[in-house]
């Protein structure tokens, strides 16, 4: 039964956040200048076109996120699972898994991206699914994405996908 964050995990949330809101903005703005390396690949994607695509994407989720009170922050113990919303609910609540606790603060598979992952599902945000998770599966819908324009929606809808263009540009 999810219930509200103690004052450890909220300052726990609240470094994520800032991390998350930090690491989004950064890569925004590499995406504005035409940096396209990461957005190639983790997304399939490197026309200046495109890179403008994913920052608006992103900055969709930075401002969903910097609008989600605390008190919509919610701990679940005793699962095995970093965090989990539901993308219809308004306002925008996550729930945080015993995972979200232990993983650091930056890096692949991070506490920041995975409120980047979670944001992303949210259906006024990017509707974002799970077709994939982590780097290899990731890597794979890339791989098919570039022989096929179905697999380049499916990476595009991956939330794990935009979190691994965040990660692995801050």
């Not at 590499?30 to 200046?48: E, F, K, T």
């Not at 969709?60 to 989600?68: T, Y």
């Not at 819908?141 to 794990?160: G, T, Y």
Request: charged share 25%.
């Amino acid at each position: 039964m999810p219930r509200k964050l103690n004052p450890i995990e909220q300052r726990t949330f609240r470094a994520a956040r800032y991390a998350a809101l930090r690491s989004l903005q950064y890569t925004i703005a590499q995406l504005r200048n035409g940096h396209a390396g990461v957005a190639q690949r983790w997304m399939a994607l490197d026309h200046p076109e495109d890179l403008n695509f994913l920052a608006d994407g992103l900055q969709r989720i930075f401002d969903a996120l910097q609008a989600i009170h605390q008190d919509r922050i919610f701990c679940e113990p005793g699962v095995n699972w970093y965090a989990e919303v539901n993308p219809n609910q308004t306002p925008h609540a996550i729930t945080l898994g015993e995972r979200f606790f232990t993983t650091s603060t930056y890096g692949t598979d991070s506490r920041a991206g995975t409120l980047i992952h979670e944001t992303s599902h949210f259906r006024n945000v990017l509707r974002t699914n799970d077709h994939a998770y982590g780097v290899e599966q990731c890597l794979e819908l890339v791989e098919q994405a570039e022989q096929s324009d179905d697999n380049l929606r499916k990476v595009i809808k991956n939330a794990d996908n935009w979190e691994y263009l965040v990660e692995h540009s801050y």
